[in-house]
Nanobody, 125 residues
Framework: QLQLVESGGGLVQPGGSLTLSCATSQYTLEYYAIGWFRQAPGKEREGVSCISSTDGGTYYTDSVKGRFTISRDNAKNMATLQMSSLTSEDTAVYYC??????????????????WGQGTQVTVSS
């Protein structure tokens, strides 16, 4: 059972930046695509970004393009989501998830085998 742990959430002012991390200490993440999802209050969970397990290809939902950057460090079994120019619309619980041999062609939740517990990101002045 792959256990994912997110960290890095918190309170940030509009226009600010945060970096979220997703890590596991049990198995290598090398074979998994890592996706970041978020769920805002009263809204459905949405896919934000993904980095593939194969060629490092990435995906971003339109609302975060140019502001968020996803990356991975397989040696550290970690993936990160750098977020900048944050707005109140980015306030949500952010989850990382792992998709074995995933290629990020889709961000359907059912594609992901393992999920972290979530970390809260609040953008407010």
């Amino acid at each position: 059972q792959l256990q994912l742990v997110e960290s890095g959430g918190g309170l940030v002012q509009p226009g600010g930046s945060l970096t979220l991390s997703c890590a596991t200490s049990q198995y290598t993440l090398e074979y998994y695509a890592i996706g970041w999802f978020r769920q805002a209050p009263g809204k459905e969970r949405e896919g934000v970004s993904c980095i593939s397990s194969t060629d490092g290809g990435t995906y971003y939902t339109d609302s975060v393009k140019g502001r968020f950057t996803i990356s991975r460090d397989n040696a550290k079994n970690m993936a990160t989501l750098q977020m900048s120019s944050l707005t109140s619309e980015d306030t949500a619980v952010y989850y990382c998830a792992a998709d074995l041999w995933g290629s990020c062609t889709t961000m359907g939740e059912s594609d992901y085998d393992y999920w972290g517990q979530g970390t809260q990101v609040t953008v407010s002045s």
